[in-house]
């Protein structure tokens, strides 16, 4: 896959809760350099050059979003799962002004349950979880979307958490992808949303307890939508005005 051209390299931040990484042996065996390490790598190895790529973590002075971080990120990557409730609710608003001005974001797997998400779609974002290393078929049900392209069909996925539904989220405006797990459950796993300026896209895969972020389907998934999720129009909060009477007039650029 091959960015869009772009006046200047296409500003990722990948957020990652990195606490399995250091506490959990297993997990650290399996991301030695951390969960956002190999999430920054997979971006990196589709989108080069076009992209300028940092890592951040939750432990880091307001969580690494500090209000220049995030004015200089195009699209932010989001993984927690263990302390969503550490996040401070001042960095969930200043994330949320940023997504609504423009800023795109990538909401990977447990972080369904984060306080961005949850804010960010008004339900409680609950779902059916399993851990018994199911197999995953993830299924495009949208080929022509760009978040889709050079993905396999079914990308498949040897060993992962099953994530089921009823998945509590407001209808995807666009649905991607749709999982089914080895005991039969179905799953929406890969769901876009617009909210304000902002791109949204959420996709499932990805427990800490497999090597997931290695999957070269997966790493393709998440570049392309990073890709996506760029900003396509100028950064800003959108906003009403007064208009008065007669401030359209034909010709006048309006």
């Known amino acids: 896959m091959t960015a869009p051209p772009s006046a200047a390299p296409l500003r990722v931040t990948v957020w990652g809760e990195n606490r399995h990484e250091r506490e959990d042996a297993d997990v650290a065996e399996l991301y030695p350099k951390g969960m956002h ?9 589709h989108l080069g050059d076009a992209a300028r790529i940092r890592t951040v973590t939750l432990d880091e002075p307001e969580h690494g979003l ?3 971080a995030l004015a200089d990120t195009d699209v932010l990557t989001w993984w927690g799962h263990r302390a969503h409730d550490e996040v401070s609710d001042e960095v969930v608003a200043r994330v949320r002004r940023h997504v609504l001005g423009g800023m795109g974001l990538i909401v990977l797997h447990s972080g369904h349950f984060s306080k961005i998400f949850r804010t960010l779609m008004g339900t409680t974002c609950t779902l059916r979880w399993r851990n018994e290393r199911d197999r995953e078929l993830v299924w495009t049900v949208a080929p022509a979307h760009p978040i889709a392209a050079g993905v396999p069909q079914p990308l498949i996925i040897e060993q992962q958490e099953m994530y089921g539904e009823f998945f509590d989220i407001p209808a995807p405006d666009e649905l991607v992808f749709i999982s089914s797990f080895s005991g039969g459950e179905v799953f929406r796993s890969g769901c876009v949303f617009h909210r304000g300026k902002g791109r949204i896209f959420y996709f499932s895969p990805g427990d800490q307890d497999y090597p997931v972020y290695h999957h070269p389907g997966v790493r393709r998934v998440i570049a392309n939508a990073v890709a996506w999720a760029r900003p396509v129009a100028e950064r800003g909060e959108p906003g009403i005005g007064r208009y008065p009477t007669g401030w359209f007039e034909p010709g006048n650029g309006a």
């Open 66 to 68: 500090t209000e220049e």
């Open 37 to 45: 390490a190999a999430v920054a790598d997979g971006i990196a190895e």
